[in-house]
C-alpha cells in the first residue's frame, strides 16, 4: 500500500526566503507525482506534475524534483511571499492496471510572514 | 478555461438523512474520482469512473452510491448520513484514461447535525 508522508508538517518563514518542502513515498512504481495547493477550507489548486520519466518540473517560482528510485520528491519555493501562505499537498498516482487514484500526503502547512 | 463544476457548494443535512452531490468534469475528460477531505485530515479516495463505468474502488462506505451518466457528469449518492459524513467532498477528472493531472472542483461542503 502506497504511503505519503511530507516534512516538515508546518514551516514559518520570513518574505522573501526560500524554502523546500519535502515529500517521501514508499512504492517507487509511480505514473506520476502532483502538487497542489489549498487554502484553508478550499479546493485543490494543482501546481506541478511531474511523471516518473521527469527529474524535475518549473512554474514561475516554484521548481519540483523527483527521484523515483529514491522514493523523493521537493517543492522549492523561490522568494517566498506572503501570498504563498497555504497548505501544500504532494500526492502519487501509482502506475499498473486501471487504478489511477491519487494518494496524499497530510501537507506541510506554509506561513510566510511580512 | 473550463474547470470541474461541483454543485452544491454546502449542504447541511440532519443525520439518517441522503444527499446528492455533483460533479461536472473539463470538457473531454472521460475519467472522474471522488475524494473526501475530512476536518484537518489529506483527501481520500473514494471511488472512480472511467467512460461510465466503475474504475477503482477505495474507502467508500456501502452507504454510498455513485455513477457517471453519459454526459459524464457523475453523481454521489450518500444515505443514512452519520455525524462523520461531515467532510468536504472532491470531484477531480481527467484525460485520457486517467493518466494524465488530476484537476479538482471546488469541492462541496456537507455538514451533518
Known amino acids: 500500500k502506497q504511503e505519503v508522508t511530507q516534512i516538515p508538517a508546518a514551516l514559518s518563514v520570513p518574505e522573501g526566503e526560500n524554502l523546500v518542502l519535502n515529500c517521501s513515498f514508499t512504492d517507487s512504481a509511480i505514473y506520476n507525482l502532483q502538487w497542489f495547493r489549498q487554502d484553508p477550507g478550499k479546493g485543490l489548486t494543482s501546481l506541478l506534475l511531474?511523471?516518473?520519466?521527469?527529474r524535475e518540473q518549473t512554474s514561475g517560482r516554484l521548481n519540483a524534483s523527483l527521484d523515483k528510485s529514491s522514493g523523493r520528491s521537493t517543492l522549492y519555493i523561490a522568494a517566498s511571499q506572503p501570498g504563498d501562505s497555504a497548505t501544500y499537498l504532494c500526492?502519487?498516482?501509482?502506475?499498473?492496471?486501471?487504478?489511477?487514484?491519487?494518494?496524499f500526503g497530510k501537507g506541510t502547512l506554509l506561513t510566510v510572514n511580512p | 478555461a473550463a474547470g470541474v463544476i461541483q454543485s452544491p457548494r454546502h449542504l447541511i443535512k440532519e443525520k439518517r438523512e441522503t444527499a446528492t452531490l455533483k460533479c461536472y468534469p473539463i470538457p473531454r475528460h472521460d475519467t472522474v474520482y471522488w475524494y473526501q477531505q475530512g476536518p484537518g485530515q489529506d483527501p481520500q479516495f473514494l471511488i472512480s469512473f472511467y467512460e461510465k463505468m466503475q474504475s477503482d474502488k477505495g474507502s467508500i462506505p456501502d452507504r454510498f452510491s455513485a455513477q457517471q451518466f453519459s454526459d459524464y457528469h457523475s453523481e454521489l449518492n450518500m444515505s443514512s448520513l452519520e455525524l462523520g459524513d461531515s467532510a468536504l467532498y472532491f470531484c477531480?477528472?481527467?484525460?485520457?484514461?486517467?493518466?494524465?493531472?488530476?484537476?479538482f472542483g471546488p469541492g462541496t461542503r456537507l455538514t451533518v447535525l
Open positions: 511531474i511523471q516518473s520519466s521527469q
Open positions: 500526492a502519487v498516482k501509482n502506475s499498473g492496471g486501471s487504478n489511477y487514484k491519487l494518494t
Open positions: 477531480a477528472s481527467s484525460f485520457p484514461q486517467g493518466r494524465d493531472e488530476q484537476f
